[in-house]
């Protein structure tokens, strides 16, 4: 799935087409990334960006994760002493 700089949606499957977006529509963006066509697909605009949805979804679960993790993190003691110990994390 692509997306063009306006963000309307170019796919190949017929079931997640964009709005108003032809099967010749999604042919014309392969020939001009393949510089085989030397305007994008009509309606569309240049650059296109290509979706990788599920390294986005985990790439955004896993820096929300972390971010919990470290926010309720307690502060670390020194278990000789009772003192605390700065963790390296800045609040």
Known sequence: MWF???????AQDPYAHGHGQTKEHYEHLLAYQKKERHEPPEGYAAPFYKAEREKEVRDAHFSARLKRANDSAPPRTDPGRGVKVSSGRRR
């Open 4 to 10: 063009d700089a306006s963000g309307r949606q170019l």
